[in-house]
T-cell receptor, first 113, second 115 residues
Framework: GAGVSQSPRYKVAKRGQDVALRCDPI?????LFWYQQALGQGPEFLTY????????KSGLPSDRFFAERPEGSVSTLKIQRTQQEDSAVYLC???????????FGPGTRLTVL | AQSVTQPDIHITVSEGASLELRCNYS??????LFWYVQSPGQGLQLLLK??????LVQGIKGFEAEFKRSQSSFNLRKPSVHWSDAAEYFC?????????????FGTGTQLKVEL
């Protein structure tokens, strides 16, 4: 496809379950970003990949959050032992160059019950 | 660390009226500045960006923004608002140095357009 895609679009999890969120960036984009957007807030940075290398994970809120991009294309954000405070929209973005426009996917809305 | 402030949480304007959404940033050097729009259930769409050069930048959908270094501001404007402009608007900054290339967003301004 032409844009960034994310799946699933909606995920409901029971507290304590593990979840995996997928991001397919725009083909050829070397940079990939994950953001978390809580209700009524702006997106907040979680982590950043350049190709398969995770260069910045300073925004991950706890060690329950883990992201990977093993082949430098598709990325997965995994949340272990989900908590209610993890409920948010998780946005993925990709860009072709450092500092250039980031193209966002539609997001995955995670609800933890 | 860089930060962005959007002082207006909600703004209501009449269709056809002019619009200005405020954005103030905090950063030690010249930042890269962006305005994004988010419609319900949609991802973020870039309206415009400022990297350097002319401080008045034109974007899509008739929007423009002006970078004012002395005021640390990057306000978004549109001369005549359309009902379809109702959405949430986010100002964001990338630090050229030190902050990596992650976007730091403001908390957003929700725009309502009255017909």
């Amino acid at each position: 496809g032409a844009g960034v895609s994310q799946s699933p679009r909606y995920k409901v999890a029971k507290r304590g379950q593990d979840v995996a969120l997928r991001c397919d960036p725009i083909s050829g984009h070397v940079s990939l970003f994950w953001y978390q957007q809580a209700l009524g807030q702006g997106p907040e940075f979680l982590t950043y990949f350049q190709n398969e290398a995770q260069l910045d994970k300073s925004g991950l809120p706890s060690d329950r959050f883990f992201a990977e991009r093993p082949e430098g294309s598709v990325s997965t954000l995994k949340i272990q032992r989900t908590q209610q405070e993890d409920s948010a929209v998780y946005l993925c973005a990709s860009s072709s160059e450092l500092g250039n426009e980031q193209f966002f996917g539609p997001g995955t809305r995670l609800t933890v019950l | 660390a860089q930060s962005v402030t959007q002082p207006d949480i909600h703004i209501t304007v009449s269709e056809g009226a002019s619009l200005e959404l405020r954005c103030n940033y905090s950063y030690g050097a010249t930042p890269y500045l962006f305005w994004y729009v988010q419609s319900p259930g949609q991802g973020l769409q870039l309206l415009l960006k400022y990297f350097s050069g002319d401080t008045l930048v034109q974007g899509i959908k008739g929007f423009e923004a002006e970078f004012k270094r002395s005021q640390s501001s990057f306000n978004l404007r549109k001369p005549s608002v359309h009902w379809s402009d109702a959405a949430e608007y986010f100002c964001a900054v990338i630090g050229v140095t030190g902050g990596g290339n992650k976007l730091t967003f403001g908390t957003g301004t929700q725009l309502k357009v009255e017909l």
